[in-house]
């Protein structure tokens, strides 16, 4: 059980790359199991989820070869899985509905865990399966599915990133034109786009709300880099941010973090672009309300990091979190260490200024966590951040070494009983 022992630490400086995008790779690995020969993803980087998805793929009968930082995947035959414990990791494992329904024409598995920042159902994805003529029905925990896939046209209620990537699969195999309406546009859908494409699927528009599959018979197996992390790269640039730091985000996408960036713009930071990459500057000063939308508008992931950078802020912001309806846990920790939050419902007003002291405090999600690490950056006196289930490290590879080579001074220990701190 890792816990994070962070001392305020002084202006952040220097540089971090940003690795391969967890959100990208996920979808990927779950499309490679459409693929009739082995398919190579590069740069993955080392995060717990990618494991537990590793885990997932091989209950479906996939081979995964792991060298240096590639995966390789052979799916030559597919089975449904009997064993639940790696779907019960993480949410994405419910990304292999998809391609079983597309290559076996039906599909028998655990339903999916991840973070519990919401109910987080599956109606989407199967509303979208039964426009395509396959019927599904939720029985002892699983979800279970049967009938072959047929083109046709799917409205989403909701542009669900999920949902979009599990039927953009189904369709890439299925015969014939299948258009998804209220299709999810995050960079993420784009990249698995042209991740089937190079294998041969034959698609339109993603990256829009109406995507245009033409299903293909067969997917053969690529090698294939994903984006880089916007999170990461947009959690890094909260923590500079909120330490008046001067950073260079190498390999980050700019017209990936509009949203962000323009926000952080509007607290008076510095940001730049060059061959180089990000060169972020300065302090944020003034307030900033926050909305939390499909993408481009605020991503739901980056807004834990910017209700740190919130409480360092002149005067009064409002953020609503439209999303999921339970992603202000880090609130409460944050509140702990000093800060004037109050939440109420989907609405939390964070009054700026005050300043934080080090204190216990729980990651009790992904992106909580990284709140509440670079919180404890600029507390004063030391934070212990107590990470239980290894929230942190299913998203982030090692993010407390890449702000230590800026200049944090965060060490982890792990296996320490945090109970006796949990009660100071
Ligand atoms: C993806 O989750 C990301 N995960 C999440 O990243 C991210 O927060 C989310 O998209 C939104 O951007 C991965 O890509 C692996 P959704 P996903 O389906 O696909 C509701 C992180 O920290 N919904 O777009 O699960 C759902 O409950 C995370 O890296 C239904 O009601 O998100 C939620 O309120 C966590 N029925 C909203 O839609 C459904 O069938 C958005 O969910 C599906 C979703």
Not at 59 to 80: F, H, M, W, Y
Not at 283 to 295: E, G, N, P, Q, W
Request: proline share 5%; charged share 20%.
């Amino acid at each position: 059980m890792p816990v994070y022992h962070i001392r305020q630490s002084p202006v952040l400086q220097g540089e971090a790359q940003i690795n391969v995008a967890k959100n990208a790779v996920l979808p990927i690995l779950a499309a490679s199991l459409l693929c009739s020969s082995p398919v190579t993803v590069r740069k993955v980087p080392k995060l717990k989820d990618i494991d537990s998805m590793a885990e997932v793929l091989k209950a479906c009968g996939a081979q995964i070869q792991k060298e240096e930082d590639s995966l390789t995947i052979r799916a030559p035959a597919l089975n449904n899985p009997i064993e639940s414990a790696p779907f019960h990791k993480l949410r994405a494992s419910v990304l292999v509905l998809g391609p079983l329904c597309a290559r076996l024409h039906e599909a028998d598995v655990p339903l999916p865990g991840g973070c519990a920042i919401g109910q987080r159902p599956v109606d989407i994805h199967l509303k979208g399966l039964k426009a395509m003529g396959v019927e599904s029905h939720l029985e002892n925990s699983r979800v279970i599915s049967r009938g072959t896939p047929k083109s046709g046209y799917i409205y989403l209620d909701f542009p669900s990133v999920g949902a979009t990537e599990n039927l953009l699969m189904t369709a890439a195999l299925t015969k014939g034109v299948t258009r998804i309406e209220n299709a999810a546009k995050e960079p993420e859908i784009v990249d698995l786009a042209d991740f089937l494409t190079l294998a041969g699927a034959r698609i339109w528009g993603a990256g829009t709300g109406t995507i245009v599959i033409d299903g293909v018979e067969k997917l053969t197996g690529v090698e294939f880099t994903p984006i880089p992390d916007r999170i990461e790269a947009g959690t890094l640039a909260c923590a500079a941010a909120v330490t008046d730091g001067s950073i260079l985000l190498t390999g980050a996408r700019s017209d990936h973090l509009r949203s962000l960036l323009h926000k952080l713009r509007e607290t008076g930071m510095l940001i730049l672009e060059d061959a180089r990459g990000l060169h972020l500057r300065g302090r944020a000063k003034r307030a900033v309300d926050i909305h939390t939308l499909s993408y481009p508008g605020f991503p739901t992931d980056l807004q834990a990091p910017m209700m740190t950078v919130a409480t360092q802020t002149k005067g009064q912001s409002i953020f609503m979190e439209t999303i999921f309806e339970n992603r202000y846990m880090h609130a409460v920790s944050l509140c702990r260490m000093g800060a004037n939050i109050r939440t109420e419902g989907r609405m939390a007003l964070i009054q700026g200024g005050a300043p934080l002291t080090g204190a216990t405090v729980e990651a009790t999600d992904l992106r909580a966590g990284a709140a509440l690490m670079i919180a404890g950056l600029i507390a004063q006196g030391e934070t212990y951040l107590v990470d239980k289930p290894g929230h942190i490290s299913r998203g982030y590879d090692l993010l407390d070494q890449k702000l230590n080579a800026m200049g944090a001074r965060i060490s982890c220990e792990t296996g320490r009983a945090p109970e006796a701190r949990l009660t100071k």
